[in-house]
């Protein structure tokens, strides 16, 4: 399973989302049909844009609760005050596609900050 985290800014467009995956995959010579979903943290889930992408993606989101994220969050490389302190976890992005992708889930490395959007890439079960 492979699993783009999403965080962001308040109010950020559909194209700044998905400029971010884009950019995130290309790090990682991944297409992004190879995706099987997005995930992002519970205060994110007003967040037009985040799902406005997905749709365009034909991908589905998972909303990740504030005690898995802040599970997750403890293997993230990314510190944020702001996030640590409205979510739990030091990288919304990072600890959302950790949770996400499942419990053998590795981070193919740390966010990209794009944009007022933040994306990180989660694998599990497979190889890149």
């Known amino acids: 399973m492979i699993v783009a985290g999403i965080g962001s800014r308040k ?3 559909e194209e700044q ?3 971010a995956i884009r950019k995130t ?3 990682y010579d991944l297409d992004p049909s190879r995706l ?3 995930a992002t943290a519970t205060l994110k ?3 037009a844009a985040i799902f406005s992408a997905a749709r365009k993606l034909g991908l589905p989101v998972t909303i990740v609760d504030d005690d898995a994220l802040a599970k997750a ?3 993230v490389p990314s510190h944020s005050q702001l996030s640590l302190a409205l979510t739990g976890a030091p990288s919304v992005s990072e600890a959302a596609a950790l949770a996400a992708a499942g419990e053998d889930a590795r981070l193919l490395g740390p ?3 794009l944009d007022s959007v933040t994306c990180a890439v989660a694998i599990s079960g497979e190889r890149p």
């Open 25 to 27: 995959l290309a790090q």
């Open 11 to 13: 109010g950020v467009g």
């Open 17 to 19: 989302v998905l400029n």
């Open 73 to 75: 969050g403890a293997y």
């Open 111 to 113: 966010r990209l900050l």
């Open 36 to 38: 099987d979903g997005l």
């Open 45 to 47: 889930r007003q967040e």
